[in-house]
């Protein structure tokens, strides 16, 4: 696919050249979410935080039926207390995979964390 090497710059840790990769792709098929990813997830490691946020926005956009990647990109998003996004973000996982145990209780903290404490308790 588009993204191999990309693939092969994030199995061995090297985010400069995940971004580089993974744009290059991008140029050639702008609509790829994986291209999008794996850019965000390297921006995350090296801390750019503003870039990290709109790569993994498109990918999510791109791609709604990707529960992995959806869970993947709401983990961060909780992580960085961007809570509105990852809840909405973990409703989309949930609607794909209601069993998602994981995901039931990180939206519960979510809730909570936004102040939202019946609704964190309906969920638990």
């Not at 992580?79 to 990852?86: D, E, F, L, M």
């Not at 973000?89 to 994981?102: C, F, H, M």
């Not at 903290?109 to 308790?121: F, R």
Request: net charge neutral; charged share 20%.
């Amino acid at each position: 696919g588009k993204v191999v090497g990309a693939r092969e710059a994030v199995a061995q840790r090297r985010p400069q050249d995940v971004i580089i990769a993974c744009g290059k792709a991008l140029q050639l098929d702008p609509g790829c979410a994986l291209g999008h990813y794996y850019r965000g997830a390297a921006h995350l490691e090296l801390g750019n935080q503003a870039a990290m946020h709109t790569d993994f926005e498109q990918a999510a956009a791109l791609d709604q039926n990707n529960a992995e990647m959806l869970y993947k990109i709401a983990t961060v998003m909780a992580h960085v207390k961007h809570y509105p996004k990852a809840i909405q973000l973990l409703g989309r996982v949930i609607e794909l995979n209601a069993t998602a145990q994981s995901a039931w209780a990180m939206l519960a903290e979510c809730y909570l964390h936004v102040g939202k404490v019946d609704t964190a308790s309906a969920i638990l």
